[in-house]
């Protein structure tokens, strides 16, 4: 094999291994601008003032088991796991969320690679929601705290 069809070999296999590898998502950012990050013991501390906790996983998630008190609004997305995902291509009913706008509200999913509390949460500040709380750690931190589930 001359130099010329090694090279093209080569670059081959590597194209074949990169389009076989897995797919991994993105995790979700750290921040969320004009959102307020919060952990379990925050999200708790909110429950019991009255906030509304939505859980955005599909229903089945929500039935298996789910924060004591949250609401399920299903966050369906079709758009791309980024923060410049187009919310034009999912679905969330913003009509299921507290008439007042000024009202505090979490969104949680299953943290990690789940973008759908941060997108949820992006959409509802810019349907004009003011206390959007971001609950990144979601399921798996609530669970890890030992706080109570239904």
Known sequence: ???????????????????????????TPTTLKGATLVSAAEVSKLLSSGAAVIDTRVAAEFAEKTIKGAKNV???????????FDAAQDQFDLSKLPADK????VFFCNAGECWKSYKASVVAMKAGFTKVNWFRGGMP??????????
């Open 102 to 105: 000024a009202a505090p509200v």
């Open 74 to 84: 299903t966050y369906k997305e079709k758009s791309t796991k980024d923060i410049n």
């Open 141 to 150: 931190e609530w669970q890890k705290a030992g706080l109570p589930t239904q």
């Open 1 to 27: 094999m001359n130099k010329r069809n090694s090279i093209k070999f080569l670059s081959a296999i590597g194209l074949c291994m990169a389009l076989s590898a897995p797919v991994f998502a993105a995790e």
